[in-house]
């Protein structure tokens, strides 16, 4: 059928219409591609021409600027300082040695220096700059920079890097970082890429090594422009990383600073706990190192003078040292007693200066022994026979199991290195460990704190904070992170009955405060600190029958490795306990001589807050104290200096 004129023209309208919006459509997306290629042409250009000329664009990562650590009070522990250093790149020096040579007329570098950074720098691709001095100070960092021109290849530059202002104070607590090495890269599947940085530094030990993955931070990135050779030409652009996380530890720098100062050149060890929220306020081992030393890189004779020392500063006494407690333990065996129903407060024991059982002889320390005993003349007079006569009636296994509540032979979770779980044996353990049955003479040793048993200075600090409480008090070291202050840890009642602390606690009391108390000489007279304690003595040999009949060696008499621990626990008030303080001081000889006046006047400063006062001290030994006093090499407090710590 032929169509008439209308419709021709519909047909045609409908045409042009969709002939208009091809076109349109065809219109825009050329116009896109044209205003893409002028992109790609005019705004891209010098980057396609690099790439046309065999360069290439690299993403490099930048280091994170790492996490600052305090103390409570805000001091600061751990740093980042501004580091002025100078790096070469090979294939620009030209002839190395000469450059270094020259190097060498505008700052310090003797030829051991020289000889550490050529090898470094022939070690390396030529076009990668290597360190060859840092830490230099501005006015030779600026002689450089002045003199650049006539140093080809080299480039003064500046960084951060870690800083410990209270050196080694805090050195066993927040330890250290050091170069990413080999080994740090094999224990990790998928180590960030961060750690191939060359020269980037991660925690060795302490906080540093145990929050490392806080501390650190992420990664910011960087374009470069790269040739074909590898050398970098300039650099496009960059985009900041973030910041590792500020720490703030529980740990009074003050307190840490007099105690550090009080244990002196001894091998020794304290602990400070808040018995409250287990805080731990001071935590120290003596002898101590210089934690800057191995950020620099440590010389193989400062490393070897530290290794050599028999007194053994590199290792954390506090956690990682295990000791067998002596005495400290025997409120261990009476509760375990107690709790038991084998013995109550007055019942007593004869004791003529030994026990024998099994065909044995065990001894007293009191050779003509202390007559008749209580519970509370036990530990006053520290009498052994008690104790082996009520951890024969006890068991082993019921003494372990109270050490463990007390939290004895228990790991505590701290972000510190190397922290010990100790031994609170009992007769699965001796099976498991020696192949062995348990024996009666185990028992006895153990109950004196001797034998297997073996404590860290922490555990005898939470064991003494728990006996003040009746609570299971953990120790914690962070306060704060990033400011957000953590969640403490409810500490729970024990299992233990009232009246069985109540008991021990008297016994404490008796031991500083009574006339023949072990540690009388050790009291505190100030009303608002009396103090609680329990010396204890730990033998490192064994005495022979022929050494009893000819008389027993004193200590001073003694090679030093051959004398006895001396230990010291406390805690203060008596009434309302808010510290709880342990003392080992290794080979030092008695307790109540080596350790107990230590942890007095660390008691004394800690409730006070600052030197201790005069007041707290019996009358007659005052002169003699303010000149110990005197003559502690106490320092100042440091503050964060402006512009320092996020440098």
Known sequence: MRKNARDLELGAKRLTRRSLLLGGVQAVVMGGLALRMRYMQVNQADQF???????????????????????????????????????????????????????????????????????EIMQRSAFVPVTVADR??????????????????????????????????????????????????????????????????????????????????????????????????????????????????????????????????????????????????????????????????????????????????LANKTVQGLYPPGSTFKMVTALAALEAGVI???????????????????????????GQVNLNKSLEQSCDVYYYEVSRRVGIDKIAEMARKLGLGVKHDLPMSAVATGIAPDKAW??????????????????????????SPLQLAVMTSRLATGRSVDPRLIKSINGKDQQETEALELDIS??????????????????????????????????????????????????????????????????????FVCYAPYDDPRIAVSVVVEHGGGGSTAAAPIARDIAVRAMAGDLPPLEAYPKEQRNEIKERLEALPLREPVVPKPGRSRA
């Open 49 to 119: 021409r690099t790439l046309a000329e065999e360069n290439r664009i690299n993403v490099r990562l930048i280091p994170p600027v790492r996490g600052l650590i305090y103390d409570r009070n805000g001091q600061v522990l751990a740093e980042n300082e501004q580091n002025y250093r100078v790096v070469v790149v090979r294939e620009d020096a030209g002839d190395v040695e000469e450059t270094l040579a020259k190097l060498a007329e505008i700052i310090p570098m003797d030829e051991a220096a020289r000889a550490r950074a050529l090898k």
């Open 498 to 567: 009232a009246e069985g602390l109540r008991q021990v606690r008297r016994g404490m009391y008796s031991v500083s405060n009574s006339a023949r108390g072990t540690a009388r000489r050790s009291r505190i007279v100030h009303d608002t600190m009396i103090m609680a304690g329990k010396t204890g003595t730990s033998q490192v040999r064994n005495i022979t029958a022929a050494e009893r009949a000819q008389g027993v060696f004193r200590n001073e008499d003694l090679p030093w490795e051959r004398r006895d621990h001396g230990l």
């Open 430 to 455: 001796k099976v498991e460990n020696r192949q062995e049955d348990w024996l009666v003479g185990d028992t006895l040793n153990a109950s004196i704190g001797q034998g297997f048993v073996l404590s």
């Open 344 to 370: 109550s407060p007055e019942e007593t024991v004869w004791c003529p200066g030994h026990y024998t059982t099994a065909g044995r002889r065990f001894h007293c320390w009191r050779r003509g022994g202390h």
């Open 136 to 313: 230099l100070s501005w006015k030779d960092f600026s002689q450089v920079a002045v003199n650049a021109p006539s140093l080809p290849g080299v480039t003064p530059e500046v960084g951060l890097s870690r800083h410990y202002p209270v050196a080694e104070d805090m050195a066993h607590v927040v330890g250290y970082v050091g170069p990413v090495s080999d080994y740090d890269l094999s224990k990790l599947e998928n180590p960030d890429p961060l750690l191939q940085i060359p020269r980037f530094q991660i925690g060795k030990s302490g906080v540093e090594a145990k929050l490392e993955g806080d501390l650190r931070g992420s990664a910011g990135t960087k374009r470069i422009e790269v040739n074909a050779q590898g050398r970098v030409i300039r650099e496009l652009d960059r985009a900041p990383g973030l910041a590792g996380t500020d720490l703030q530890l529980t740990i009074d720098e003050g307190l840490q600073n007099f105690i550090k100062a009080r244990l002196g050149e001894e091998s020794a060890a304290a602990v400070v706990m808040d018995v409250r929220n287990g805080d731990l306020l001071g935590i120290a081992s003596s002898p101590s190192f210089d934690p800057n030393k191995f950020v620099r890189g440590i010389s193989s004779s400062d490393y070897g003078e530290l290794t050599g020392n028999k007194y053994r500063p």
